[in-house]
């Protein structure tokens, strides 16, 4: 349920509303817009009290949350969501901006990492990512340098200034990834992976979840919940691709999925075009398609030699190519085409 305050609540009525809704068994979170507060009553509890809440002093209406995640909702906060991301020259993800967050799939080496750090912030790039543990198929693939690969990371971010995000696996290596970078990433193997989930809402780092292969948007948005409702509002939401019928693409990437999470949620939402299609040539094209429909930024992965790559070379840009991808991002659309012959001329 959501307690739409009035205009002119005062903040002694915005505290009664928060003690009475914690009376019927709920959990009060409160949005503070521009012109009033929303408090959303999140949980199980008694509803017909919170429906009482009509007549309270201050109170404007109440209505009920239509989707089952809560706080990710769109309805509990109208206005969206910014992240900011990195302590000393943070980036801003949600805003007018298109962020661009890139690097290889693994940190293979410090020169691999660091070359491809200066290359990437050269071409405009606003963001490293890079692989320290990595989840593979197969048991015997390259699995990531794990520590070693943290220390890299964050004397590239020393040496660029980027600020770094990382994939975490597991529960057991949260503490020593925070040490090192700025941002959490939830690969798409984890999305559910609940008891990971909630120990990152409880960490004060931004968390990049990734849609997983085979999850609707509904699912998507309520792995997010598992964060916004353990404390962690700094989420961004990443559509990688979804497994289909298709098998000239690695993954098929749902670009309704972007504008439909945009329009669910206040959470912003970025793009992997490297995962979703898995091709090198479709990159710059699905980069474009994605930041058309509203993405508020990319993730793409970058490296020195793709065909020498450890892990995902197939999908990974050069530097020459990353450079190409950054200026077909900023240039214009294409123009609707214009009728040759008016009706006025056919009659």
């Not at 660091?114 to 989840?135: C, D, E, F, Q």
């Not at 690969?187 to 990971?196: K, W, Y």
């Amino acid at each position: 349920m959501i307690v739409n305050m009035s205009e002119k609540a005062t903040e002694q009525e915005i505290t009664h509303i928060i003690e009475r809704i914690r009376e019927a068994g709920y959990t009060p979170h409160v949005t503070r817009g521009v012109e009033r507060a929303i408090v959303a009553a999140v949980g199980n509890g008694r509803r017909h009290e919170i429906e009482a809440l009509q007549v309270a002093p201050g109170v404007d209406n109440v209505v009920a949350i239509a989707q089952p995640f809560k706080l990710v909702s769109r309805q509990v906060k109208p206005e969206r969501t910014v992240v900011n991301v990195g302590e000393v020259a943070g980036v801003a993800i949600g805003g007018p901006g298109v962020v661009v967050i890139a690097g290889p799939c693994s940190v293979e080496s410090r020169e691999q990492l660091i070359s491809t750090a200066h290359a990437v912030k050269r071409a405009g790039a606003t963001m490293l990512r890079g692989g320290a543990y990595k989840p593979r198929t197969s048991p015997y693939d390259f699995q990531g340098l794990g520590l070693e690969a943290l220390k890299i990371l964050r004397e590239a971010r020393e040496e660029t200034g980027l600020p770094v995000v990382t994939e975490v696996m597991s529960t057991e290596d949260v503490d020593i990834i925070c040490e090192h970078v700025d941002m959490l990433q939830v690969g798409a193997r984890n999305m559910q992976n609940f008891a990971l989930l909630r120990r990152l809402a409880t960490v004060r780092k931004p968390v990049l979840l990734k849609r997983g292969p085979s999850a609707t948007v509904k699912e998507w948005l309520l792995a997010a919940e598992y964060l916004l409702s353990g404390g962690n509002s700094q989420v961004v939401l990443c559509e990688r691709g979804i497994k289909t019928f298709e098998t000239e693409m690695r993954n098929t990437f749902d670009l309704a999925a972007v504008a439909l999470a945009r329009d669910l949620s206040h959470l912003p939402v970025i793009a992997d075009p490297s995962h979703g299609t898995g091709k090198q040539s479709l990159i710059a094209a699905v980069s474009r398609a994605a930041v058309a429909v509203g993405a508020d930024g990319l993730i793409i992965e970058v490296h020195p030699c793709p065909e020498r790559a450890l892990s995902d070379g197939a999908q990974s840009l050069d530097f020459a190519g990353f450079e190409r991808v950054m200026k077909a991002i900023g240039e214009p659309l294409r123009r609707a085409a214009v009728p040759t012959t008016s009706i006025a001329d056919v009659a």
